[in-house]
């Protein structure tokens, strides 16, 4: 089977519909991941006060995983034997950091209308139409 990972917030929606547009007995699945909170360089200082980087630095060392095993997820989601419409993340504290796993989504992102609403403004915006299957056609 071919993952299709899609990473950004909004598309944890999109990822719902693909299976959809591309037919029930199509060999695409899809797969979506996040990394949870890992220190990356987004931490980076960036003009602000040095002390309120100071504690985010902290709060990253003591909270976040390393760049590295933020990757851990979306290598997860795209190589595991897991079924499609699965959303990985990382197992421990508030999903924050630890071993990648299926996690759960919330009540917007599992929301079919929101994803549909998202897929049909996708390709306004890109002027890309995708193919439609005979289900949805």
């Given at each position: 089977m071919l993952p299709l990972m899609i990473e950004a917030m909004p598309w944890r929606v999109a990822n719902r519909t693909i299976p959809i547009r591309s037919g029930a007995h199509s060999p695409v699945i899809t797969t979506a991941a996040h990394p949870g909170m890992a220190a990356t360089n987004l931490l980076r200082p960036d003009g602000r006060r040095r002390g309120v980087h100071r504690v985010q630095k902290a709060a990253a060392g003591l909270l976040a995983q390393s760049d590295d095993d933020g990757a851990l997820p979306t290598l997860y989601a795209a190589v595991a034997n897991i079924p499609g419409d699965s959303y990985a993340g990382p197992g421990g504290f508030l999903e924050g950091r630890g071993a990648p796993k299926l996690v759960g989504r919330s009540a917007g992102a599992r929301d079919a209308e929101v994803a549909q609403?998202?897929?049909?403004?996708?390709e306004e915006l890109?002027?890309?139409a995708s193919p439609r299957s005979p289900q949805t056609a």
């Open positions: 609403r998202l897929w049909e403004a996708s890109t002027g890309v």
